[in-house]
């Protein structure tokens, strides 16, 4: 596609229930971000692909977080038993291997 | 573990006023990213580095990669109301493999007319 693709735009669920946010890179595009950011906050790292690979998933909060990647194209992060600090902007990002980091919109996840 | 530390957090400036931020790190880079982000928007890519010491400009911007690998700079001249927002520095720590990228905390831009 044009550009990297994210959904759902934004996500309101329950404490406790799980939650999956998808992206769509940018055709093409061997490496694969996500990235959370609260509210007011800047961009903290949680995992990326190259390829189908998570050489770093170093910033994954805990192991309620996980993430994959299929087709070195869509990437699936998902969060088990949703708690109220998980409440934030979940960013993806693609590029072409080394090189500059292109950002979707977002999906909002509120968790009440 | 590592950390890009912005200055300055925030800043108010008059319009046409020009302005300057800039990003410092513990550890060497290879690459700076400058993002700007808008209320509700994913950040976007206004200028890339790659090498020490390259002055890059894109239109009113410009930035610097540091002689020292461990900071860089931005500057934004005549400044006009839609230069609003939130400006992230960001790059790959040579420490940290090639594609870990990490982004600053961040300057605040408030444009008075």
């Known amino acids: 596609g044009a550009g990297v693709s994210q959904s759902p735009s934004n996500k309101v669920t329950e404490k406790g229930k799980d939650v999956e946010l998808r992206c769509d890179p940018i055709?093409?595009?061997?490496?694969l971000y996500w990235y959370r950011q609260r509210l007011g906050q800047g961009l903290e790292f949680l995992i990326y692909?190259?390829?189908?690979?998570?050489?770093?998933k170093s910033g994954l909060p805990s192991d309620r977080f996980s993430a994959e990647r299929t087709g070195e194209s869509v990437s699936t992060l998902t969060i088990q038993r949703t708690q109220q600090e998980d409440s934030a902007v979940y960013l993806c990002a693609s590029s072409m291997g080394a090189g500059e980091l292109f950002f979707g919109e977002g999906s909002r996840l509120t968790v009440l | 573990g590592q950390q890009l530390n912005q200055s300055p957090q925030s800043m108010f400036i008059q319009e046409g006023e020009d302005v300057s931020m800039n990003c410092t790190s513990s550890s060497i880079f290879n690459t700076w990213l400058w993002y700007k982000q808008d209320p509700g928007e994913g950040p976007v890519l206004l200028i890339a580095l790659y090498k020490a010491g390259e002055l890059t400009s894109n239109g009113r911007l410009t930035a610097q990669f540091g002689i020292t690998r461990k900071d860089s700079f931005l500057n934004i001249s005549a400044s006009i109301p839609s230069d609003v927002g939130i400006y992230f520095c960001?790059?790959?720590?040579?420490?940290?493999?090639?594609?870990?990228?990490?982004f600053g905390t961040g300057t605040r831009l408030k444009v008075l007319a």
């Open positions: 960001a790059g790959p720590p040579y420490t940290s493999g090639t594609y870990k990228y990490i």
């Open positions: 055709s093409g595009h061997t490496a």
């Open positions: 692909f190259q390829g189908n690979s998570a050489p770093d």
